[in-house]
């Protein structure tokens, strides 16, 4: 996307879980969220049939964090091996986050064995064509 959400400039209330008190600059909807996680589908799909990408929970990636490859001009999103790397991606932000931690581009990190109610993780299968 090109915008900071796969929908758009602003994020509201339909379309993610957040903490509105800390919006992004581009915000003018504000509207009262959820102090906790919220069900799976709470949330409208992306164009990739994606629910919940922003907000609700951080979700961990297969990638290994490595802050010079983000830093990389020319990489989007860098494949770090996560066997060779002391901390894992986080992306989406979570119920916690401010609306700015929620936007496409975020990405977090922490070590894999840390256990909080602001993580989660996505199941996705990847689906080979030859």
Same mark, same amino acid.
């Given at each position: 996307?090109?915008?900071?959400?796969?929908?758009?400039?602003?994020?509201?209330?339909?379309?993610?879980?957040?903490?509105?008190?800390?919006?992004?600059?581009?915000?003018?909807?504000?509207?009262?969220?959820?102090?906790?996680?919220?069900?799976?589908? $709470?949330?409208?799909?992306? /164009?990739?049939?994606?629910?919940?990408?922003?907000?609700?929970?951080?979700?961990?990636? @297969?990638?290994? !964090?490595?802050?010079?490859?983000?830093?990389?001009?020319?990489?989007?999103?860098?494949?770090?091996?996560?066997?060779?790397?002391?901390?894992?991606?986080?992306?989406?932000?979570?119920?916690?986050?401010?609306?700015?931690?929620?936007?496409? $581009?975020?990405?977090?990190? /922490?070590?894999?064995?840390?256990?909080?109610?602001?993580?989660?993780?996505?199941?996705? @299968?990847?689906? !080979?064509?030859?």
């Amino acid at each position: 996307t090109l915008t900071p959400f796969w929908f758009g400039d602003e994020l509201i209330h339909v379309h993610g879980n957040c903490k509105w008190d800390e919006p992004y600059p581009y915000i003018t909807s504000m509207t009262s969220a959820y102090p906790k996680t919220m069900e799976v589908g $709470s949330y409208e799909a992306n /164009d990739f049939g994606l629910f919940d990408t922003h907000g609700n929970v951080w979700e961990w990636c @297969l990638d290994g !964090w490595d802050r010079e490859a983000y830093r990389k001009e020319g990489r989007t999103d860098p494949f770090v091996d996560y066997l060779n790397s002391s901390s894992r991606v986080a992306r989406g932000g979570s119920w916690a986050s401010g609306s700015r931690n929620c936007r496409s $581009s975020i990405r977090y990190y /922490d070590a894999p064995e840390s256990r909080a109610n602001i993580f989660g993780f996505r199941i996705v @299968l990847l689906l !080979w064509t030859d």
